[in-house]
C-alpha cells in the first residue's frame, strides 16, 4: 500500500521528442505529488509538483497529468532537450511520509 | 545560500570501524530525513526527524542511527558498517507541513570493504 511504482525504468528520446514517465501510488492518503530530476553527482531537486486537488500542472516545457481515480500520475517533456538527460524520480507524499518511485533514467539524442 | 551540507562526499571504510555522515541545514526546517540510493531501488529512506529529540525508522533503518539534539544537525551513524552499507546517502530537509519540497544535500558515497 506505500508503494510508488515507476516506470519505464530507462527512456532514450529523440531530441524535440516527447518523454513521458508513468507512475502509480495505492494509499489515498497521498496528498502531494512531486517529481524530482537528479544529474550525476548531484542530490535530487524539485522539478514540479501537484496536488490531486487539479488534473494538470504546466511549468515551461515540463507538464504533470494526474488522474486521481486511477491513482496515476505522469511527467510529459516537451521539445525534450539533451540537457534534460538525468534520472528523474516521482514520489508521493502524506502523513508525513514521503514515497519515492526508483526512477527512469532518461537520455536525449542530441 | 539556502542548503544542505553533508560530509563526506566519499568515504572508504572497512568493516566494522565506526563511522558518522554530517547533515546540516540552514533554513531552520523542521523535518530531516536520509536516503540510501542503491542502482534499481531508487531512493528509500532509512530514518527521519520531526523535530529535534524526535526521531523515526524510515524503510531500511538496519545498521543506522541518527541523533537530532540540534534542529540544523541530523547526523547519520554507521556502528560497525557491512559491505551492504555500500551505498551513495543522501540527507535532505523540508519544512513542516512535510508535504512540501524536500532539498537534498550532495550526497556522500560510501565504500565499505
Known amino acids: 500500500q506505500q508503494q510508488v511504482k515507476q516506470s519505464p525504468q530507462s527512456l532514450i528520446v529523440q531530441k524535440g521528442g516527447i518523454s513521458i514517465i508513468n507512475c502509480a501510488y495505492e494509499n489515498t492518503a497521498f496528498d502531494y505529488f512531486p517529481w524530482y530530476q537528479q544529474f550525476p553527482g548531484k542530490g535530487p531537486a524539485l522539478l514540479i509538483a501537484?496536488?490531486?486537488?487539479?488534473s494538470e500542472k504546466k511549468e515551461g516545457r515540463f507538464t504533470i497529468s494526474f488522474n486521481k481515480s486511477a491513482k496515476q500520475f505522469s511527467l510529459h517533456i516537451m521539445d525534450s532537450q539533451p540537457g534534460d538527460s538525468a534520472t528523474y524520480f516521482c514520489a508521493a507524499k502524506g502523513n508525513d511520509k514521503i514515497i519515492f518511485g526508483k526512477g527512469t533514467r532518461l537520455h536525449i539524442l542530441p | 545560500e539556502a542548503q544542505v551540507t553533508q560530509n563526506p562526499r566519499y568515504l572508504i571504510t572497512v568493516t566494522g570501524k565506526k563511522l558518522t555522515v554530517t547533515c546540516s541545514q540552514n533554513m531552520n526546517h523542521e523535518y530531516m530525513s536520509w536516503y540510501r540510493q542503491d542502482p534499481g531501488l531508487g531512493l528509500r529512506q532509512i530514518y527521519y526527524s520531526m523535530n529535534v529529540e524526535v526521531t523515526d525508522k524510515g524503510d531500511v533503518p538496519e545498521g543506522y542511527k541518527v541523533s537530532r539534539k540540534e534542529k540544523r544537525n541530523f547526523p547519520l551513524i554507521l556502528e560497525s558498517p557491512s559491505p551492504n552499507q555500500t551505498s551513495l546517502y543522501f540527507c535532505?530537509?523540508?519544512?513542516?507541513?512535510?508535504?512540501?519540497?524536500?532539498?537534498f544535500g550532495q550526497g556522500t558515497r560510501l565504500t565499505v570493504v
Open positions: 535532505a530537509s523540508s519544512p513542516r507541513p512535510a508535504n512540501t519540497e524536500a532539498f
Open positions: 501537484i496536488r490531486p486537488d487539479v
